[in-house]
């Protein structure tokens, strides 16, 4: 059983500001802002919409770039697991030595067993083919002209593999979870990468080599603008979830934040 603080220090304080459309979460560019032309969407970690951080984000990425911000529900409504069941086994997200012993593997592999089905449902397939609609309903309805998408975790995945789809014009990938590197070579918009200091799914190699391919397309056609930064003292998740109980981890997580708005203020 989850002890209350496994999981509290992972809720980001504040309420949503938002509210529901279509089963999406929204937040309406402020007042006064001066165009209606560009929109951000937020992809979601493994937890979606049930864990209000998203919404938190969505609300200050609208306020930061003065634009309309939406989450839609990749895993409509059912996602695989709640931070109850997830977070207390998973590395903390502000320690980096903080390290899976066998055990919690153990754990971590029957709990996927018990929600085989939740996680086939939310295999690429059907999450990307349900994030396309998504984007391309909201370009039609709402007349953007320009749509740039943030990803977490798994969200960030998901954003990798359609940025190379032109569906989207710009993304943020904050330490995604499973990637190809042919996939990161397919992308072909610009590209901002949050990453963690210590990370088992988006490793330092991995997270060298998807540099190097960017960086390879220097003075060539299929050059992309890019930017990869690091955050000492997180783990995989900090920008989703940050444990702001831990020193620095709320910097980081707003640093991210950041990140995220003055990116796509640069490219939408």
């Not at 190379?164 to 990637?179: A, K």
């Not at 963690?196 to 190097?212: G, Q, V």
């Not at 960086?215 to 940050?242: C, I, L, Q, S, W």
Request: proline share 6%.
């Amino acid at each position: 059983m989850a002890c209350e603080h496994c999981t509290q220090g992972y809720i980001v304080p504040g309420q949503p500001q938002g509210k529901m459309v279509n089963g999406a979460y929204f937040h309406p560019a402020p007042q006064g802002s001066t165009t209606k032309s560009r929109a951000i969407v937020v992809f979601t970690d493994i937890f979606g919409l049930p864990l209000k951080n998203c919404k938190l984000i969505a609300d200050a990425l609208s306020s930061r770039v003065g634009c309309d911000v939406w989450v839609p529900d990749l895993f409509e409504g059912k996602p695989p697991f709640t931070t109850d069941e997830l977070v207390p086994i998973l590395p903390d997200t502000g320690k980096p030595d903080d390290r899976m012993g066998l055990l919690r593997k153990l754990r971590l592999i029957l709990l996927g067993l018990s929600r085989a089905l939740r996680l086939y449902r939310a295999r690429p397939a059907v999450v990307d083919a349900r994030a396309i609609a998504f984007l391309k309903s909201i370009r039609k309805e709402r007349m953007y002209e320009t749509v740039g998408a943030v990803g977490y975790c798994f969200g960030g995945a998901l954003a990798i593999r359609l940025g190379s789809g032109n569906i989207l014009d710009s993304i943020v990938v904050c330490h995604p979870t499973h990637r190809s590197l042919s996939t990161i070579q397919a992308i072909n918009i610009p590209t901002s990468w949050v990453c963690a200091e210590s990370d088992t799914s988006f490793t330092k190699d991995l997270r060298d080599e998807s540099e190097r391919i960017f960086a390879a397309r220097k003075n060539k056609p299929e050059y992309v603008d890019y930017e990869f930064k690091d955050y000492r003292g997180t783990v995989h998740g900090f920008a989703a979830r940050p444990n702001i109980a831990i020193s620095g981890l709320l910097e980081a997580y707003q640093g991210a934040l950041e990140q995220a708005g003055a990116w796509f203020d640069k490219t939408l």
